[in-house]
């Protein structure tokens, strides 16, 4: 057996007994923990902390709506440690991040749903803001205080880009009270550095106030064997600033202004089988960089009336992103590419819904709770990239450098989306929720790809093009006990077409891909409160699947084209559990069978019957978090946890793949009254794996190039709250 299968399986042997044992630990341990003091009946029973989503807009517990939600609050980001919302999605099953060592190219897949950064299958919100691109969405987490991970089509509330499901990142608020913060400082392995504060309070009775800051930087793990320098190094800063004015107790309005200037290293790529047998090691001539700023704006109102909220939410969001690396990835000065790219969107939502406690009666039918709104947006997209060749690689007769501009691009878009739903009560079990929504878009798009010198004609397109989509979705629920609910849903989602900025001749314009899911569904909450159980079961159907083809006539360049189609089916389980004080566990299981429909085409190849890119047959996740207070000043806490992946394939064709492997994570500290120190370990068994490859024939010996995941790495961190 290979020494790799070896290690592969002895560190997924590793996590898997450093889970069973954490989990085994902490009842024995709450057990042997000795009490400083009888209990106190009039102490406050243990529960699980209230949790509010805004999984379908409208505030609301997950255990009462009809969708798969996974909640990742304040508390288990600090307490893990999380920065980055691909970090948060250890914690959701049956999702799956397909993400470079660039910032900007991080793509979510939930239940084998995905796509290009350009035209994501899940839609990104910040605030209640979509993230039109991906490059806008894997920022720096600054003072957030939730996650959601939102399964399954979300087109009738959410429109474009919706049919896999919804990841809303939420900024904590501005404490209204009295001032509070906090600073911090990890430093680790890698050389890694990591400061990040946060300030808050009210300026008065009606105005509140929020300030955040962060620098973070680190060492590259990938070292290029030519020059001994390491090429994937990070470093950002980061910030967000925060107002909330609340002139009456029915009315709030919030401006929230955050930033990012991210200056990182080279992409880590290296030939797949090259990186298998070395990992971490890569060799070429050419050393570039990956740069990103993204600069937003958001503004959130909110009125509620004695029957009507009125809520609107605008958005502003502009970022740019320049890349310089070496084309081809090897040790030969063959081909260089820069990359710039720039995008402005703005959008706006205005939404009514029934307030809070309230609803509309429907004589002896019942009652109904209901949303209306209307969404705008805009998005102006401008791409200049340059791929330089070396004399004669092109042709032995071109014995000079050659520039081919591929592309220089601007796409427009604007569009408007209306929708409503109505949840009725049609008795006291029975709950319906019936919801539609309408968009329509124009695109405007100008694509010009030529060499400088011009060794071929150019080729330009100027062309535009409209789409209209309606999406409905059904749902019924029925509440088995207080506590307890089962459902069942069927929706429709879509994910918008567009054009691409360089493709092969006659690809410049792709069309939408559609999706049916049926879900059902069982949540629960038992124990007194103490253990949170769901369970859901889903099927999806696509027709025109879009896929992210490379481009042949471009070396690294990708186009969206609509495939046949593909089938998904699959389940999910996520237990949370708090049996005394002090005590958290936590686990997820999600399965997913997705494959490519008869007669769908991926380049030409037939593609039928195979596992979809991407998509691990498997996803999981389990853990502990302990605490214990020493004094009535400080506390003693520590957490483990391992998040396991199933085997994927890195391609349509399901040429090459990633094996299932397994990463434990583990932190301990000691907390006071203002001050706390801890430490930390990731990927503690230093398992090796290349989460993210793809097919390269033509300079790459194996066919393929892919990045490593990251080693262990492992620090401390100290700071002060207040």
């Given amino acids: 057996m290979h020494r790799a299968s070896l290690v592969r399986i002895w560190s997924n042997r590793a996590a898997l007994l450093a889970a069973a044992l954490l989990l ?28 509010t989503v805004t999984a379908q807009k409208e505030p609301a517990p997950p255990q009462d709506l009809p969708v798969s939600v996974s909640t990742v609050p304040q508390d288990l980001l600090r307490g893990a ?27 979510p897949i939930f239940r084998g749903i995905g796509s290009s950064p350009a ?48 990841v809303n990142v939420a900024s904590a608020r501005p404490s209204t009270t009295r001032w509070t913060g906090s600073l911090s400082a990890p430093f680790g392995n890698f050389s890694s550095r990591d400061v990040r504060g946060v300030v808050s309070g009210p300026l008065g009775d009606q105005v509140a106030v929020g300030l955040s800051f962060g620098h973070a930087a680190r060492e590259g793990f990938s070292i290029n064997e030519m020059t001994g320098n390491d090429v994937d190094y990070r470093a950002a800063t980061f910030g967000k600033a925060q107002v909330l004015w609340t002139p009456a107790s029915n009315f709030e309005a919030r401006v929230i202004v955050s930033g990012e200037r991210a200056r990182d290293g080279d992409y880590a790529l290296h030939d797949l089988e090259s990186l298998r047998r070395d990992p971490y090691r890569v060799a070429r001539d050419f050393e570039g960089h990956t740069d ?23 958005g502003f969001v502009r970022w740019e992103t320049d890349d310089l690396t070496d084309l081809d990835y090897s040790p030969l000065p063959l081909i260089t590419r820069r990359n710039s790219e720039q995008d402005f969107q703005f959008t706006q939502e205005v939404r009514l819904a029934s307030a809070p406690g309230t609803a509309l009666a ?28 070396a004399p004669f690689l092109l042709s032995e007769f071109v014995g000079f450098p050659v520039d081919q501009v591929s592309p220089r691009a601007a796409l427009d878009d604007v569009g408007v989306g209306v929708y409503g739903q109505g949840t009725a009560s049609v008795s006291e079990r029975v709950d319906v929720t019936v919801g539609a929504r309408f968009d329509h878009e124009r695109k405007d798009a100008v694509l010009d790809t030529f060499y400088d010198p011009p060794l071929a004609p150019p080729t330009a397109v100027d062309t535009s093009a409209s789409y209209s989509n309606l999406s409905p979705q059904v749902a019924v629920s029925y509440r088995l006990r207080p506590g307890a609910m089962t459902y069942v849903s069927l929706a429709r989602g879509f994910k918008a077409g567009g054009f691409n900025p360089v493709s092969p001749a006659g690809s410049d314009a792709y069309g ?30 696509w027709d025109d699947l879009q896929l992210n083809l490379p481009n042949p006539l471009s070396p690294a360049e990708f186009y969206i084209a609509n495939i046949a189609g593909a089938k998904s089916r699959g389940f999910e389980v996520e237990l ?46 389990v853990g502990a978090q302990l605490s214990r207070a020493v004094t009535p000043a400080v506390t003693l806490y520590g957490r483990g946890d391992a998040v396991f992946r199933g085997a994927f394939a890195y391609d349509e064709a399901n040429t090459a793949g990633q094996d299932a492997y397994a990463i434990a994570n583990f932190r301990a500290g000691l907390r006071g009254r203002y ?36 080693p262990r790495t492992f620090g401390i961190r100290g700071g002060v709250s207040f």
């Fill in 512 to 541: 939408e891909e559609y999706t049916w899911n049926l879900e059902g569904g069982l949540k629960a909450t038992t124990a007194d409160g103490r253990v949170a159980a769901t369970l859901a079961a889903f099927y999806i159907d």
């Fill in 24 to 51: 085994a630990a902490s009842p024995v341990l709450a057990r042997q923990a000795p009490s400083a003091q009888p209990p106190d009946p009039n102490a406050p029973r243990v529960t699980l902390p209230p949790v």
């Fill in 576 to 621: 949370t559990a708090r049996p005394r004080a002090g005590i958290d566990v936590f686990g997820g299981f999600g399965y997913t069978h997705a494959r490519f429909s008869s007669g769908s085409l991926s380049g030409g190849v037939d593609v039928s019957g195979r596992t979809l890119a991407n998509t691990p047959d498997y996803t999981a996740n």
């Fill in 119 to 166: 035209n994501p299958g899940v839609a990104t919100y910040i605030d209640g803001v979509p993230q039109l691109n991906t490059n806008s969405s894997s920022i720096e987490f600054l003072d957030v205080t939730q996650v959601e991970f939102v399964r399954g089509p979300q087109s009738a509330l959410f429109g474009r880009n919706a049919l896999g499901g919804v």
């Fill in 292 to 314: 990103r700023d993204v600069v937003s704006t958001t503004v959130l109102a909110r009125l509620e009336g004695r029957r009507v909220t009125l809520s609107t939410t605008t």
């Fill in 675 to 710: 001050l706390f120190a801890e430490g930390w370990v990731r990927n503690a068994f230093d398992t090796r794996y290349i989460p993210v490859a793809f097919a390269y024939g033509l300079f790459a010996p194996s066919g393929f190039v892919g990045e490593m995941g990251s």
């Fill in 81 to 107: 440690g999380i920065v980055s919302v691909s970090g948060a999605s250890i914690f959701a099953p049956n999702t799956f991040y397909n993400e470079f060592t660039a910032r900007k190219l991080s793509n």
């Fill in 362 to 389: 429907l004589g002896g039918l019942g009652s109904i709770r209901w949303q209306a709104g209307v969404f705008l947006f805009t998005q102006n997209y401008d791409q200049d990239a340059r791929n330089t060749f």
